[in-house]
């Protein structure tokens, strides 16, 4: 029950991502919030984590596992969180929201033909509700064809990004303690967009920007959010089966869309609440599949974080 408690507030601390992230794009440019949070997530992890002790068991590492995680933080800590707030400048938070669910049913299926994974019903079923949810989101109910909201298909991307990140770390990273990859991942993207921000980045702006409002927002975004958020889940993973984490993570889009109405001021249109029921009921049916083709004891993972400190 502590463990299902723990990923319930995990899922509320993660989806106060999209009323940080639209509260920093009043001020500053979608790939400047990217550079400040995850520069400063890695700085922080740093002083959290025993790193070096990981880092010691990583000795072997062989080349091949490095490049690899170097794509994984392409794909997971710059490229998908990139799109995000990109598509996130340009389109509604509660549209984000539903739609970067799809990224549960994009990673189910590249988990067929990367992973060889057996295709079930529900599998299908779930995919297909759940992008009849996403193209009732991104056309208004079909009110403008198919044509989609560049906002909606960059947030979609983002969702694709994040998937291909996943399946690499599954089929790839298996044998590395998850929290030695989410420190390095974290690592590899800040030093990466750290780099390239010297060449695009006027960092003069922040200074400009800066307010009680602003630094509340940024210091939410990458303590909460990113960090925390991320320590409450996997303690969560430890404490209970993986089962009961996923199912405490279908509260997502609702915890997410209700910070959307109340924080931010958004408004339901009927094409967000129709497509989000489908959205929804794409979840619960994918969640049946997961439960069809893992036994309760493969579904349950130690992730080794007792040497974590305590926030």
């Known amino acids: 029950m502590k463990g299902t408690f723990l990923a319930f507030i995990s899922i509320s601390l993660f989806s106060l991502y999209f009323v940080f992230g639209k509260l920093l794009l009043n001020d500053i440019s979608p790939f400047l919030i990217l ?15 025993d790193l070096v002790r990981k880092i010691k068991e990583l000795k072997n590492t062989s080349k091949r596992d490095i490049k690899i995680m170097f794509l994984i933080s392409v794909f997971a800590s710059i490229l998908g969180p990139l799109l995000l707030l990109l598509g996130l400048s340009i389109t509604s938070a509660t ?10 049913i994009l990673t189910s299926l590249l988990a067929i033909f990367v992973l060889k994974d057996r295709i079930t019903l529900h599998q299908i079923a779930g995919a297909v509700i759940m992008f009849t949810g996403v193209l009732i989101i991104a056309t208004n ?23 291909v990140g996943t399946i690499l770390f599954k089929k790839y990273m298996h044998h590395i303690p998850p929290e030695v990859i989410v420190t390095l991942r974290n690592m590899f993207g800040a030093s990466i967009l750290f780099m390239l921000s010297l060449f695009l980045v006027d960092y003069s702006i922040l200074f400009q920007v ?5 630094a509340l927002a940024l210091l939410g975004l990458v303590v909460l959010t990113t960090i925390l958020g991320q320590y409450l889940w996997y303690k969560a993973l430890e404490m209970t089966t993986a089962t009961n984490v996923s199912l405490a993570g279908l509260s997502s889009p609702l915890v997410a869309v209700f910070y959307a109405v109340v924080l ?8 967000q609440i129709i497509g989000g029921l489908f959205i929804f009921a794409g979840l619960v049916i994918l ?11 493969k579904h349950k993972h130690h992730l080794k974080l007792r040497n974590w400190p305590h926030i």
């Not at 550079?35 to 984590?49: C, D, E, G, M, S």
């Not at 109910?141 to 998937?163: K, R």
């Not at 800066?210 to 602003?214: D, L, Q």
């Not at 969640?287 to 004891?297: L, N, V």
């Open 95 to 104: 549209n984000s929201i539903l739609i970067g669910k799809s990224e549960a």
């Open 35 to 49: 550079v400040v949070n995850q520069t400063l997530a890695a700085l922080i992890i740093l002083f959290i984590l």
């Open 210 to 214: 800066i307010s009680i409002r602003f």
């Open 141 to 163: 109910n079909f009110s403008i064809g198919m044509s989609l909201n560049v906002g909606d298909a960059l947030i979609f991307l983002s969702a694709l990004s994040f998937a």
């Open 287 to 297: 969640e049946f599949h997961f439960r069809e083709i893992h036994t309760p004891e």
């Open 264 to 271: 931010l001021g958004e408004t339901l249109v009927r094409s």
